[in-house]
Nanobody
């Protein structure tokens, strides 16, 4: 059974930082593209960042230069340090995994975590 467990969400003031972590089990972690996606109230889910099994990264336009995705295959964990947070970053952040990542459909994931809430106050 595949499990993706997120941690690190919370309340932070605008301009502050948080680091999200996601630990995976039940899959061959090193062979999967890992991603962070988010969904704000009333908005569609969107890609935040993805990192392939080879280490290539892809970011949503709104977070480029502020967020950095990384992975530790020895720990089955993917990280998302988030800096210079803005109120518009407020959302539920989901960790997700897929064997077959494609830029043409970055939301297509095989497995999802339950999400962690990030709230950025102005």
């Amino acid at each position: 059974q595949v499990q993706l467990v997120e941690s690190g969400g919370g309340l932070v003031q605008a301009g502050g930082s948080l680091r999200l972590s996601c630990t995976a089990s039940g899959l061959t972690f090193r062979t999967y593209t890992m991603a962070w996606l988010r969904q704000a109230p009333g908005k569609q889910r969107e890609l935040v960042a993805a990192i392939t099994s080879s280490g290539s990264t892809n970011y949503g336009d709104s977070v480029k230069g502020r967020f950095t995705i990384s992975r530790d295959n020895a720990k089955n964990t993917v990280y998302l340090p988030m800096n210079s947070l803005k109120p518009e970053d407020t959302a539920v952040y989901y960790c997700a995994a897929t064997r077959y990542y494609t830029l043409s459909n970055p939301l297509a994931m095989d497995y999802w975590g339950k999400g962690t809430l990030v709230t950025v106050s102005s």
